[in-house]
């Protein structure tokens, strides 16, 4: 069995986040392979998964708009996605809804620079931003850049924390990363995230970001097993559009 130290993890948090920083010279341990792999598809696979949430949360927030009768704030969508729920559903009251968004199959481009196929299936107790909304989540066909995402992920929305910021129980099980050589790796995850800025900046999706405590475990696509568990002083920060994870420390566990 391989531990990283705190330290070492924190590096390779920092030499994956969208703005890149050396790592420091006196740094006193040296992952294996096994480690780094671990370290790069666990982020890998939270970005991906972290994507299905804000396609459903935007999605969400046009269907809301359209039922209102207004014009959607969330331009967020790609145009070439399509939203579609049964008519019965089609209006404020009825609960719970059926909700896909489809991509097409020959790609979508979406305004965050992302290609994305396929579609996203949810049923959700509420609006998402609602405290108490239950929504469970799985893909089809779904692929993003060429990463095939699948899995099953419910989001509960637990309200607002005492920093005032919306709370989420985030759950994926069976979760699938294909990578676009073939290989695959595997990831599940329980967690809480707290939406930490860009809640109210409709209008630019990528300034959105979360604070995220709890953990992972994985296989990754050399069969290497693993498990995290994230420092609740030290929680990961991820920020909507950034493939890495930005902050952070946590403990890695390969065996």
Not at 22 to 42: F, W, Y
Not at 44 to 62: C, E, P, R, W
Not at 223 to 240: G, H, K, R, V
Request: proline content about 4%; aromatic content about 10%.
């Amino acid at each position: 069995m391989k531990q990283l130290s705190f330290l070492m993890v924190v590096i390779i948090l920092s030499l994956f986040s969208c703005k890149k920083d050396n790592p420091p010279e006196n740094n006193p341990t040296t992952p294996g392979t096994d480690e780094v792999t671990a370290a790069s598809e666990n982020a890998l696979a939270t970005n991906m998964f972290d994507d299905v949430y804000k396609q459903v949360d935007n999605s969400s927030a046009v269907t809301k708009d359209s039922a209102e009768g207004i014009k959607s704030l969330a331009g967020l969508m790609s145009s070439c996605a399509t939203i579609t729920l049964p008519d019965s559903e089609f209006n404020l009251t009825v609960w719970p809804k059926h909700i896909t968004v489809d991509f097409g199959t020959t790609g979508c481009p979406g305004n965050d620079g992302r290609t994305r196929k396929g579609k996203i299936l949810y049923t959700t107790t509420g609006w998402m931003r609602d405290s108490g909304t239950v929504v469970t989540v799985t893909t089809q066909n779904y692929y993003v850049d060429n990463y095939k995402v699948e899995g099953f992920k419910t989001i509960t929305n637990n309200g607002r924390n005492s920093n005032n910021n919306l709370s989420y129980h985030v759950v994926v099980t069976n979760g699938k990363i294909t990578h676009p050589d073939g290989t695959y790796h595997t990831w599940a995850t329980d967690r809480t995230s707290e939406w930490t800025y860009g809640e109210t900046t409709w209008l630019n999706p990528w300034d959105d970001k979360f604070s995220t405590k709890g953990g992972a475990n994985g296989i990754t696509t050399t069969e290497a097993s693993y498990t995290i568990t994230i420092d609740n002083a030290n929680p990961l920060i991820t920020q909507f559009g950034c493939r890495w994870i930005q902050q952070g420390i946590l403990t890695l566990v390969v065996t």
